[in-house]
């Protein structure tokens, strides 16, 4: 599952971006999206959780974007959101998106290729 990340890029400190990433249906090949997610690093650290959500709804947020991130998701389009707002310096990373998907009778973790965020003051 190739997963197509989008809506990253440069805004100035209390601004505000959107982030989306679909996992792109397969006929041939169907699967279901359980868990749908964000995280992100920084050069030199760990990646970290951002926010991450599964198939019912159910939402766990870093501990440093707590009241100021909304993730969200479309499980018809198969698609996963990041609401970003009253952005800090300290979001500068880049973001990656995360899907566990089941298929063929298991279950797979794959990773988007990553989208830039950058907070200036």
């Known amino acids: 599952v190739h997963l197509v990340e989008s809506g990253g890029g440069a805004v100035q400190v209390g601004g505000s971006l959107r982030l989306s990433c679909v996992a792109p249906?397969?006929?041939?090949?169907?699967?279901?999206?359980?868990?749908m997610g964000w995280y992100r690093q920084v050069a030199g650290k760990q990646r970290e959780l951002v926010a991450e959500i599964t198939r019912r709804g159910v939402i766990n947020y870093g501990e440093s974007v707590k009241g100021r991130f909304t993730i969200s998701r479309d499980n018809a389009e198969n698609t996963v959101y990041l609401q970003m707002t009253s952005l800090k310096p300290e979001d500068t990373a880049v973001y990656y998106c995360?899907?566990?998907?089941?298929?063929?009778?298991?279950?797979?973790?794959?990773w988007g290729q990553g989208t830039q965020v950058t907070v200036s003051s």
């Open positions: 995360n899907v566990v998907i089941t298929r063929w009778g298991g279950e797979y973790n794959y």
């Open positions: 249906k397969s006929p041939g090949s169907p699967f279901n999206v359980n868990a």
